[in-house]
């Protein structure tokens, strides 16, 4: 089976189209999209090419034959040249750091990692430090070949990278918020005058959790804040604690509000630039006023109104959750042609 690209859509493709028609096209636009990738990933999410209960040995087979490595660099240059998978891990300057050099530098995108480290609120915590940034984890990186077999197996089972893997990436999100390499005084001034109290923690949050492949990526605002917060979730307590008892209606205001960004063409840095100046969250209005003006001028520039931005958000998230399962395909395409 070969996987095309052609009639998968790639990430962000609604709004290119959108921002070259003209806005009364828009609602027609986004209806037929809607109807378009709800097939799609709906067939998508019912294909197989490997069961479940045989990816894992699998994995474990092309390692004792010394496949590993190239069924690995396999995977990745096809994944990188057939779909968007990584474009997130480029932008953030995370791609070689965990697909090129299986984390084996303890760093990532700059950012020095400190392992095994005792009572951290969740697996892994950002020291946001502008001088001295930190991840620190509560677990060990494994060996590249270790890492190598987690990510194939990961990938070719949920399309997600493995947990440590995404752990990593969230703390690395982190350090986009903060003034570093090319911020401006603006950045530096927000950051440290403007207020860095409890009203700010939904919005970095709710960046790190929804950048990248990780976690519960794929969901609606709604089905994503209560996986989070549920009691039954793995990641409930130490996102609780994290949220300081943020009200809900704030949480959902703030992954809203990074949802839209990225769907309308915000990169993981232009987010986190964004959060590093405007974090403010009026209670009266019940929105992040500068952030949501933002969106705003940019839902203008696509030719849509608020009822559009909402429909491209969902279009975004279906674009997106294609990339992963063809992903997931193209890893268990791989895995059984090394075996066969």
Not at 180 to 196: C, E
Request: hydrophobic letters at 35%; one cysteine or more; a neutral charge.
């Amino acid at each position: 089976m070969s996987i095309n690209i052609e009639v998968l859509p790639r990430a962000n493709e609604t709004l290119n189209m959108l921002r070259n028609q003209p806005s009364v096209q828009a609602p027609g636009i986004l209806s037929g999209r809607i109807i378009l990738l709800e097939l799609k990933n709906r067939y998508l999410e019912q294909t197989n090419l490997l069961p479940a209960r045989y990816v894992n040995p699998q994995v474990g087979r092309i390692s004792e034959t010394g496949q590993l490595g190239s069924v690995y660099d396999k995977v990745v240059q096809r994944i990188g040249q057939e779909t968007d998978y990584f474009q997130e891990y480029h932008e953030a300057g995370a791609f070689d750091d965990i697909f090129g050099r299986q984390l084996q530098d303890r760093k990532i995108g700059g950012v020095k990692i400190k392992e095994n480290v005792r009572k951290l609120p969740g697996n892994g915590q950002f020291n946001n430090s502008v001088m001295f940034p930190r991840i620190k984890l509560d677990f060990e990186i494994p060996d590249s070949s270790q890492v190598k077999a987690g990510i194939l197996s990961s990938v070719a089972l949920t399309g997600l990278p493995p947990l440590n893997v995404g752990t990593i990436f969230h703390e690395l999100v982190h350090r986009l918020q903060i003034p570093g390499k090319g911020a401006g005084v603006l950045d530096y001034v927000s950051y440290y005058f403007i207020g860095r109290g409890y009203w700010d923690i939904p919005l970095v949050e709710a960046q790190a959790y929804r950048t990248g492949y990780c976690n519960t990526r794929f969901s609606s605002p709604e089905e994503f804040i209560a996986s989070l917060t549920g009691a039954k979730s793995e990641y409930s307590q130490a996102y609780d604690k994290s949220l300081y008892q943020v009200k809900q209606d704030e949480i959902t205001v703030a992954v809203k509000s990074i949802d839209s960004l990225r769907a309308l063409g915000y990169s993981p840095r232009d987010i986190g630039r964004v959060l590093m100046r405007y974090r403010m969250f009026n209670r009266k209005t019940g929105t992040y006023p500068a952030i949501q003006r933002l969106i705003d001028q940019a839902a203008e520039e696509a030719n849509l109104d608020e009822a559009g931005v909402n429909k491209l958000v969902h279009v975004d998230l279906m674009e997106r959750n294609l990339q992963r399962l063809q992903a997931r395909l193209i890893t268990q395409e791989e895995l059984l042609q090394a075996v066969a």
